[in-house]
């Protein structure tokens, strides 16, 4: 079972960039679908961005296209850059990984996903 430790976190000014790193161990990295969800404090946890490790589809929240890229390497590390970043960014990232159902479907709910990294916290100033 992959094991996941994220890292990057930290505090940025509004408009600035940060980069999340989530470095993936165990084989079956590459029959998993890895993915970033955020929850912020009283809200639920929220999709962000995908990948399918094998093939490299990937699924953006709509309220980060444009301004956050999702990307994989071959340390077998995914990584978040996100850019432009606003206030309502602020909360805390979680890698996340699930078994993969499809080359092309990324799937977004939190449901899906049998394995957490402890998180990373993204404080956004304005």
């Known amino acids: 079972q992959a094991q996941l430790v994220e890292s990057g976190g930290g505090l940025v000014q509004a408009g600035g960039s940060l980069r999340l790193s989530c470095a993936a161990s165990?084989?079956?990295?590459?029959?998993?679908?890895i993915a970033w969800f955020r929850q912020a404090p009283g809200k639920e946890r929220e999709f962000v961005a995908g990948i399918n490790w094998f093939g490299g589809s990937t699924e953006y929240a709509d309220f980060v296209k444009g301004r956050f890229t999702i990307s994989r390497d071959n340390t077998n590390t995914l990584n978040l850059q996100m850019n432009s970043l606003k206030p309502e960014d602020t909360a805390v990232y979680y890698c996340a990984a699930a078994p993969r159902t499809s080359l092309k479907i990324v799937q977004t709910s939190p449901l899906a996903y049998d394995t957490w990294g402890q998180g990373t916290q993204v404080t956004v100033s304005s």
């Open positions: 165990g084989r079956t990295v590459i029959t998993k679908t």
